[in-house]
């Protein structure tokens, strides 16, 4: 018997909330994360056998809700397996059968073949294989090889998602944008019940603060001047979606009553990037906002004016719903605001301890850069520099601090796989945001927010790694279905 809830998105709503109680108990009781991956890679597993399409919502769902993806997580062999990566195996396994029941020969020429990035694909996985056997060669530890290179694993979802929605109706698409938005939906709320929990002082917020920071959940950082800032890594989303809003408001025809619920949305949006205190997510929201303004608006001024006028509502919205939030009068509100914190954000002069960071980062990662700049050093390679940040400092007081990881995330691409490694990216990137641009029709509002996310995403990528994370990668595998369904249902 098919079960089929009669409120499908209370029902998920209700499962995701379950998620995070699992996961804020299992922090809290680490002997439940093996019982809980494993059952979270069987149910999605044999969901994913029975639809494929409800394996790769649960997928997206996870990439809002999830952050860093380890809700769940457990070192196995040295090795740290999160939630997921056991909803992609669960997804890669599923699909693996799909297309041997299916026959390889048909599932290429039905579904996979119409990928109209795979020389680009294929070119850069072919590099990240070389760049896996360049760190082997190089001697790096096996487990810093992996860890470094596990991200890219993310790119194979390619298949499962091109198998779902390659010739997708527009009722699967329809679904994969109402659940993306359910998820951003209960993002918006766990960043607002954040900084409430934080600016009010709630006996729970020693647990919930280890939670968060165990979990990989996000950050809470008291900012001064009455304000909580609550970054989390998804949050990236949030940008994208109040694009996708703003564009139906200033292209469509929406009833007013319709407008306002929009309006309300893209105040509560706002809001979380605000929260987020992130200058790459500014700076790039800034940036996006400026070309896409310049790009899709040159024809009809009214437009400017238009979309101006929302960003000015939206954030008149913001700060009501972050001025009621820490000012709520119950239980104990004990925080006041000032916009210095703000201002101490938009500061780019290098003082601040993470920026400053991030700065010293850069004449040592080019340095290492020259040493290979055409094929890289491979997966594993380090770089030694100079850090600011207070738990650097705590674990080493003369502030070296040797990492693979880094905030410059196109230099990080270089340092490991080279310019040839970088290239198909890059092309990849460019050739899908130039489809967007030039796309027509009544669905061109969708199209021109999805380059706008593109955009945004290119942009924080310089300074913050979303392009070479799950995160990021998600959003360009998953977007590639609507240019496929562009080409299958021309305007």
């Known amino acids: ?159 499962p998602i091109l198998i779902v929605y390659a010739q997708a109706d527009a009722e699967k698409l329809k679904r994969l944008q109402q659940y993306f938005f359910l998820a951003l939906v209960w993002l918006s709320f766990k960043t607002l019940a954040l900084v409430f929990i934080f600016s009010h002082n709630l006996l729970i917020m020693p647990d919930i603060y280890l939670w968060v920071r165990r979990s990989g959940i996000g950050e ?108 709520f009068p119950f239980p104990n509100p004990n925080a006041g605001l000032s916009a210095d914190a703000l201002a101490a954000r938009l500061d780019f002069s290098g003082d601040e301890a993470a920026l400053a960071s991030r700065w010293s980062q850069l004449p040592n990662l080019w340095s290492e850069i020259k040493r290979s700049p055409l094929v890289g050093l491979g997966f594993g390679s380090s770089v030694s520099y100079y850090s600011q940040d207070p738990r650097v400092l705590a674990e080493n007081p003369d502030g070296w601090y040797t990492t693979y990881a880094f905030e410059w995330a196109y230099l990080d691409t270089w340092l490991k796989l080279g310019i040839i490694g970088l290239t198909p990216l890059l092309i990849w990137l460019i050739l899908q945001l130039s489809y967007w641009l030039r796309s027509s029709g009544e669905h061109r509002p969708l199209y021109l927010s999805l380059a706008a996310g593109l955009i945004f995403l290119m942009t924080v990528n310089i300074f913050t790694p979303y392009l070479n994370h799950p995160l990021g990668l998600a959003f360009l595998l998953f977007s590639s279905c609507f240019f496929q369904q562009k080409h299958y249902n021309t305007n």
């Open 220 to 327: 809470i950082t008291a900012m001064g001047g009455g304000w909580q800032r609550v970054f989390i890594q998804s949050q990236i989303y949030a940008p994208i979606a109040y694009f996708a809003l703003l564009m139906s408001l200033v292209y469509s025809k929406i009833a007013k009553s319709r407008q306002a619920l929009i309006i309300g949305a893209l105040s509560v949006l706002m809001a979380v990037i605000i929260i987020s205190m992130s200058r790459s997510f500014w700076l790039a929201f800034g940036a996006a906002g400026a070309l896409m303004a310049l790009y899709s608006f040159r024809l009809d001024y009214k437009k400017y004016f238009r979309a101006f006028l929302y960003l000015l509502l939206s954030l008149l919205g913001a700060a009501i719903i972050i001025f009621i939030t820490v000012k």
């Open 1 to 159: 018997m098919k079960f089929k809830p009669r409120f499908p998105f209370l029902f998920a709503l209700s499962l995701i909330i379950m998620v995070e109680l699992f996961s804020f108990t299992a922090y809290f009781q680490p002997s439940l994360q093996a019982y809980l991956l494993a059952a979270s890679f069987l149910a999605v597993f044999l969901l994913s056998l029975k639809n494929l399409e409800l394996g790769l919502l649960i997928a997206a769902v996870e990439l809002v809700i999830g952050s860093k993806g380890h809700l769940f997580s457990q070192v196995i062999f040295g090795f740290p397996v999160s939630l997921r990566l056991a909803i992609w195996a669960a997804l890669m396994l599923a699909a693996l059968i799909f297309i041997i029941r299916h026959g390889v020969r048909r599932s290429w020429q039905d579904y996979l073949r119409s990928f109209k990035f795979w020389p680009y694909l294929i070119a850069f996985v072919a590099l990240i294989i070389i760049g896996i056997a360049q760190g082997l060669l190089r001697g790096y530890d096996f487990v810093t090889i992996l860890s470094d290179a596990n991200a890219w694993l993310f790119l194979g979802l390619i298949i």
